[in-house]
Nanobody, 119 residues
Framework: QVRLVESGGGLVQAGGSLRLSCAVS????????MGWYRQAPGKQRELVAA???????NYADSVKGRFTISGDNAKNTVYLQMNSLKPEDTAVYYC?????????????WGQGTQVTVSS
């Protein structure tokens, strides 16, 4: 069983910054994908930023240039640095780890951390 624990959410004014952390109970090296999703009230969960197995990163268009995903393999931790926050960034942010086992995709999720950006 893989356990993901997010931290770092909170209330911030527009234009401010937050850094989210996701501690993983296993090595994050060589997973299929690892990243952050968010879900705002009444909306579907959406990708924010992720590392994928090819070594590249994906960002939602809405966060490009403002958010940066990074990882520390030694600490089994993934971070999301969020700068120039906007009220529309308000959501619950979830950490995700995806593995492919015997051809089957398995997704693991954290419990989520609330980010609220006031105008």
């Amino acid at each position: 069983q893989v356990r993901l624990v997010e931290s770092g959410g909170g209330l911030v004014q527009a234009g401010g910054s937050l850094r989210l952390s996701c501690a993983v109970s296993r090595s994050i090296f060589n997973v299929n994908a690892m990243g952050w999703y968010r879900q705002a009230p009444g909306k579907q969960r959406e990708l924010v930023a992720a590392f994928i197995s090819s070594g590249s990163t994906n960002y939602a268009d809405s966060v490009k240039g403002r958010f940066t995903i990074s990882g520390d393999n030694a600490k089994n931790t993934v971070y999301l640095q969020m700068n120039s926050l906007k009220p529309e960034d308000t959501a619950v942010y979830y950490c995700n780890l995806r593995r492919i086992v015997a051809g089957v995709e398995i997704n693991y999720w954290g419990q989520g951390t609330q980010v609220t950006v006031s105008s």
